[in-house]
Nanobody
Framework: VQLQASGGGLVQPGGSLRLSCVASGSIFNLRAMAWYRQAPGKQRELLASITSGGNTNYADSVKGRFTISRENTKNTVYLQMISLKPEDTAVYYC?????????WGRGTQVTVSS
């Protein structure tokens, strides 16, 4: 299954971005999805997950600032990010939850800087 994340960019501290991830294949509706990120020199971390029914969970580092959602009719999962901080700078990826090792796409770069 191909997962293509998009929507990253350069944003000032305190700014907002919305990331999107489109999944190919017909099993999207049945799978829990998640957003992950990897900052330079750090391990990839789980940020947020959403079940097929819409139940969500968040890492403490993004709770209250990031919102994960999904639109099953479009095979798309979103990550709305507000109040961005420089430490949010990373490459952001979507994948299934738990992650499927063969489904990591290229990710999308988010840079938070003034």
């Amino acid at each position: 299954v191909q997962l293509q994340a998009s929507g990253g960019g350069l944003v000032q501290p305190g700014g907002s971005l919305r990331l999107s991830c489109v999944a190919s294949g017909s099993i999207f509706n049945l799978r829990a999805m998640a957003w992950y990120r990897q900052a330079p020199g750090k391990q990839r971390e789980l940020l947020a997950s959403i079940t097929s029914g819409g139940n969500t969970n968040y890492a403490d580092s993004v709770k209250g600032r990031f919102t994960i959602s999904r639109e099953n009719t479009k095979n798309t999962v979103y990550l709305q990010m507000i109040s961005l901080k420089p430490e949010d700078t990373a490459v952001y990826y979507c994948n299934f939850f738990p992650a499927a090792p063969t489904s990591w796409g290229r990710g999308t770069q988010v840079t938070v800087s003034s």
